[in-house]
């Protein structure tokens, strides 16, 4: 994510286009997170996208609260219908997380942080806003090709990651009980939340 509208002018162009198909891709990625949500939960979806998750978790959870700022991708949620609406207590909202600090203090048991991180710089921001003893769900690419030192995605993606340095960077924020896997192409990290913080600053 970035604040520039630039970005977000790219970001919902990339919705506009998406296939179905993508999901069927991402169809094992999302089998393996939903193993992490229990019956019940209180969802806090950050960079929810087109919220695809639901399709296989929407029975389970109590509540949903999905955040995206792009535009295009939270209207082709509401525009699905028959998932979302299974859910007793849920909410799209359109906004960039790192600019609205609202978004972290709604009541919520699990934080689902998919696909998201390596898009931005201030990924240790975002995961310092998680609250102390919360479930937290993240995946990112794994071992992602790089082309002249920097991901292939570039700009859109920030940064690569395997299962080292994945933990090197995240792992000091979380409890030392974890499970983390690899997922076809993705890293599946879940964690408690623990009191670290470091002097992180989103400007």
Known sequence: MHRSDKYRGRYDKIYKRRPAAAYRRRRDLYEAISQYVWEGDSVLDI???????????????????????????????????????????HKLICANVLEEERIFKVDYDL?????????????IYVIQRIREDKRVIISVPNMEETKGGKPR????????????????????YFKKKFDIDVVRNWIVFSGIRNNFEQKFKYR
């Not at 934080?111 to 990924?123: K, N, Q, S, V, Y």
């Not at 995605?153 to 690569?160: D, E, F, K, S, Y």
């Not at 990651?161 to 995240?170: A, G, H, P, S, V």
């Open 153 to 172: 995605n570039w700009p859109l993606h920030r940064r690569v990651y395997d299962k080292n340095t994945f933990l090197e960077r995240y792992s000091k």
């Open 111 to 123: 934080a689902m942080i998919t696909e998201f991180l390596e898009h931005i710089e201030e990924d």
């Open 47 to 89: 960079g929810c996208g087109e919220g695809m998750i639901l399709n296989i978790i929407a029975d389970r959870i109590s509540s949903y609260i999905g955040v995206d700022f792009s535009h295009e991708a939270i209207e082709l949620r509401k525009k699905r219908k028959g998932v979302i609406e299974k859910i007793p207590h």
